[in-house]
Structures are given as C-alpha cells and as structure tokens.
C-alpha cells in the first residue's frame, strides 16, 4: 500500500481554484444517460 501525501488546507484550495478555472461549469450538450451510455458501447466495439 502507498503512503499518503500531506496537502495543507491553503495548497489543495490552490489546486482546487485551478481546476476549476479549467473545467465548465455547464454541458454545451445535453443528452441522456441512455444516449450517453450508447455513445460508450459504441466507442469500445
């Protein structure tokens, strides 16, 4: 097993902020969960 790493509460809200700045905040499509799992099944044919 792997040890863990100590984060300070000041450093994860840094890396929090930056990728949040990276991320939408909304889906520019909208769709199904069925839709969504069709897309799936196809790419992995």
Do not use: H, Y
Request: with cysteine; aromatic share 4%.
């Amino acid at each position: 097993m792997q040890g863990t790493t100590e984060v300070k509460d000041d450093e994860w809200l840094i890396c929090v902020r930056r990728n949040a700045e990276r991320f939408p905040t909304e889906l520019l499509e909208e769709s199904t969960l069925t839709e969504m799992q069709a897309v799936r099944r196809q790419a992995v044919k």
